[in-house]
C-alpha cells in the first residue's frame, strides 16, 4: 500500500485545509482533479476513510481558475476540522494517508 505523510499547518484546524503537496499530483487519480468551482460541475471523486470519523467522504481537488494546476487541497473540508480536533491534533504535526486503491484512500 502506497503512502504520503502529511504534515499539518495551522490551516488545517482552521479552514479545514490539508496540504496534499508532498503528496503530489501522481498520488491521486487524473480525473479527481476538477474545476475550481462546483457549480462548473464535479468530477470523479475519491473516498476517504478518516480514522475516528463515521462517515466516508467523498471529495475531489479543485485546480486553479487561471494555470489549472490542481490546488492539492481537498474541496471538501468540514471533517478534516473535525478529525483534526478528534485526534487533537496541532501544526506540524504529520499523517499518513495511505492510498488502498485508485479511488480509495485512508488516514
Not at 505523510?5 to 487519480?29: D, M, V, W, Y
Not at 471523486?45 to 480514522?51: D, E, G, K, T
Not at 466516508?56 to 480536533?85: A, C, H, M, Q
Amino acid at each position: 500500500m502506497e503512502y504520503q505523510t502529511i504534515e499539518l499547518t495551522q490551516a488545517a484546524r482552521k479552514h479545514g485545509n490539508l496540504n496534499l503537496s508532498r503528496c503530489g499530483r501522481h498520488f491521486f487519480p487524473d480525473d479527481v482533479f476538477d474545476p475550481p468551482s462546483k457549480n462548473e460541475g464535479l468530477g470523479e471523486q475519491i473516498s476517504i476513510r478518516a480514522f475516528g470519523l463515521n462517515e466516508i467522504i467523498k471529495t475531489d481537488i479543485p485546480t486553479y481558475r487561471k494555470t489549472g494546476k490542481p490546488r492539492l487541497i481537498f474541496r471538501e473540508r468540514s471533517w478534516v476540522k473535525e478529525f483534526v480536533r478528534y485526534h487533537n491534533l496541532k501544526p506540524n504535526d504529520k499523517v499518513r494517508i495511505n492510498r488502498v486503491n485508485n479511488s480509495t484512500y485512508k488516514l
